[in-house]
């Protein structure tokens, strides 16, 4: 016998959520396989721990402690590139007058903390003297690099005595003889000691270029500061691709700039352009962070639309670093690293089982209500939490892997509000399905007719909770975004499960001989509900004994406004369901 249209719906639905369930556990899995994830959701600073790092500020020689509203400022950027990392739940707060302290969730790897200690005010200075030739280029286009043979010749020609005033930020007159034998005798091992990150703006600054494995390569004498780090509007990294729009398969950085950024390095450029990058060291400008040269590109081209791109030998991470650097590297002012600690659980294991206790709690008490207001009927709703957790864990645990998420006890506490917001879900059907059969459908025609009804109702319950949850987690920080995620995670979970899980087993059951018989057990008993079902579209009142007299009273609490009408209209008792004759006396 062909299965009916319902039962194909149902069993097409339940294989979709089987497919996205085996593929969730198929991507974890290959991530415990083959990269650095877990089974386990990673937990955040409140209960697992971490790293506390105490930024100070460094001030020049007379200068006078950061304002308020500078450590502020500093706090949103620090906490805008530890989030561009990858990094969840840090806390990122202010201590005392002067400090900043940075607290992260387990042990952070190397280039988070170098996005933490590198956190200074980003510079674009022109290079006018190096010793080592470019490696990297920034053009309009994707165009190869100079090679390294290319080394500019100038050298003894810098220790200049003129004394005529400089005519641009790349004019040799900056460099004086005493500059020059500075330079000549600089050591980039004493870097971190020589303030070169409060180096006057309007002055020459000679520093250093550090490589990947924190040796020094390159030493610079740049000119004055020509574009701020504040002008960038927009930094991101990805593959270069040539002319005809295909890849090059290599990495690259792009960067935008706001109004007065695209016409200050328009005029930068088209001073930079004139000079030979395979003989000319003043072809180069120098993006300066913390008083160290992150990258110092030759200029390929005239840059007039404010959006340059930066190629070189780079890899996939460090194209995307070196874009946080520039997204979120204007700081008003520049730090040094005071600490760096490693603290314990603010919370602990202890708050976490309390926690998942009071989850179980929370659960059962929704169990033990759905028996026993809907009797078996419950059971869907049992199952359905059940594969809605399991759905929800293995989404926390690739996030966890991929985004770097961390459960916090604010997140718990969103997945414990979520037992009872996936409840409702299930609770409005149920009774959509309940008031159906009240009005004389046979259990399949109510599944599908108090679907219909209830998914309305569901899709703008939902929607209302998701816009909550997107809202806090926009405007929120720290913990009450984990809360906000795991809020929204769990509503759009709750919609999955109801549609492609929850319907299905209903009409699946529905087609059983023990809940469409209407089973006392079932939940679904129309005696019960205050209707029996005698015949297509047709119903008659129940004739209630005092044993049944419940159920009467109840039917009559469900009645509509129109039902109750309709009742007054055909004359029925709308507290007994008789009709009263025409000698006074009910019939």
């Given at each position: 016998m062909a299965r009916s249209t319902p039962v194909k719906k149902a069993w097409r639905s339940?294989?979709?959520?089987?497919?996205?369930?085996?593929?969730?556990?198929?991507?974890?899995?290959?991530?415990?396989?083959?990269?650095?994830?877990s089974w386990a959701p990673k937990l955040a600073l409140d209960l697992e721990g971490g790293a506390q790092i105490t930024l100070a500020p460094k001030l020049g020689e007379g200068e006078a402690s950061p304002s308020s509203e500078q450590l502020d400022q500093a706090v949103a950027i620090i906490r805008q590139r530890i989030d561009a990392s990858g990094v969840s739940e840090a806390e990122i707060a202010t201590q005392g007058a002067a400090n900043i302290v940075v607290s992260i969730p387990g042990t952070p790897d190397e280039e988070t903390l170098r996005r933490i200690e590198s956190s200074a005010k980003l510079e674009f200075r022109p290079v006018i003297f190096t010793d080592v030739a470019a490696t990297s280029a920034v053009g309009s286009t994707a165009t190869p690099a100079p090679t390294a043979g290319a080394t500019p010749t100038p050298t003894s020609s810098l220790a200049t005595t003129s004394t005529a005033a400089p005519t641009d930020a790349s004019d040799p007159n900056w460099v004086s003889p005493a500059l020059f034998d500075e330079y000549t005798n600089f050591d980039c091992a004493t870097l971190d000691t020589a303030n070169?990150?409060?180096?006057?703006?309007?002055e020459p600054l000679i520093t250093c270029e550090a490589a990947v494995d924190g040796t020094y390569t390159y030493k610079y004498i740049l000119g004055p500061v020509e574009v701020s780090g504040d002008t960038i509007s927009d930094a991101s990294s990805g593959l270069i691709s040539n002319s005809q729009g295909v890849s090059t398969g290599t990495w690259g950085v792009f960067i935008t700039f706001n109004d007065k950024g695209t016409r200050e390095f328009a005029t930068v450029t088209e001073r930079l352009s004139g000079f030979d990058p395979n003989s000319d060291s003043r072809n180069r400008f120098a993006i300066v962070l913390d008083g160290k040269v992150i990258s110092a590109p030759t200029t390929q081209a005239i840059i007039t639309d404010g959006k340059p791109q930066i190629s070189g030998s780079f890899t996939q991470e460090s194209s995307k670093t070196l874009a946080d650097q520039l997204k979120f590297g204007a700081l008003p002012i520049s730090f040094v690293v005071q600490s760096n600690e490693t603290?314990?659980?603010?919370?602990?294991?202890?708050?976490?089982?309390?926690?998942?206790?009071?989850?179980?709690?929370?659960?059962?008490?929704?169990?033990?209500?759905?028996?026993?207001?809907?009797?078996?009927?419950?059971?869907v709703t049992v199952a359905s939490l059940v594969v809605a957790g399991v759905l929800t864990y293995l989404m926390i645990a690739i996030l966890s892997w991929r985004q770097g998420y961390r459960l916090s006890l604010a997140g718990v506490a969103g997945l414990i509000v979520?037992?009872?917001?996936?409840?409702?879900?299930?609770?409005?059907?149920?009774?959509?399905?309940?008031?159906?059969?009240?009005?004389?459908?046979?259990?399949?025609?109510?599944?599908?007719?108090?679907?219909?009804?209830?998914?309305?109702?569901?899709?703008?319950?939902?929607?209302?909770?998701?816009?909550?949850?997107?809202?806090?987690?926009?405007?929120?920080?720290?913990?009450?975004?984990?809360?906000?995620?795991?809020?929204?995670?769990?509503?759009?979970?709750?919609?999955?499960?109801?549609?492609?899980?929850?319907?299905?087993?209903?009409?699946?059951?529905?087609s059983t001989r023990f809940?469409?018989?209407?089973?006392?057990?079932?939940?679904?008993?129309?005696?019960?509900?205050?209707?029996v079902y005698r015949g297509r579209a047709q119903f008659r009142a129940p004739v209630l004994s005092a044993a049944k007299s419940g159920a009467g009273r109840e039917a009559a609490k469900r009645q509509t406004i129109a039902e109750r009408k309709a009742a007054a209209l055909t004359g029925a008792d709308t507290r007994t369901g008789t009709k009263p004759s025409t000698d006074g006396k009910d019939s």
């Open positions: 339940l294989a979709w959520l089987l497919v996205i369930t085996a593929g969730l556990t198929g991507i974890l899995a290959y991530g415990v396989i083959f990269d650095n994830a070169t990150n409060v180096a006057p703006e309007g603290i314990s659980a603010t919370l602990g294991a202890s708050q976490l089982n309390s926690g998942i206790i009071a989850g179980l709690i929370g659960l059962i008490l929704v169990v033990i209500y759905s028996l026993f207001q809907y009797r078996l009927l419950g059971m979520a037992i009872g917001f996936t409840a409702d879900s299930f609770i409005v059907y149920f009774e959509r399905i309940r008031d159906e059969l009240r009005d004389g459908r046979g259990l399949p025609g109510s599944v599908e007719a108090g679907w219909k009804r209830a998914l309305r109702t569901i899709f703008a319950a939902k929607a209302v909770n998701l816009l909550s949850a997107v809202v806090l987690f926009v405007l929120a920080v720290g913990n009450v975004r984990g809360f906000a995620l795991t809020l929204g995670l769990t509503t759009v979970i709750d919609v999955l499960i109801v549609i492609l899980f929850t319907h299905p087993i209903l009409q699946l059951l529905a809940f469409a018989s209407g089973h006392p057990l079932s939940g679904l008993d129309p005696n019960a509900l205050g209707a």
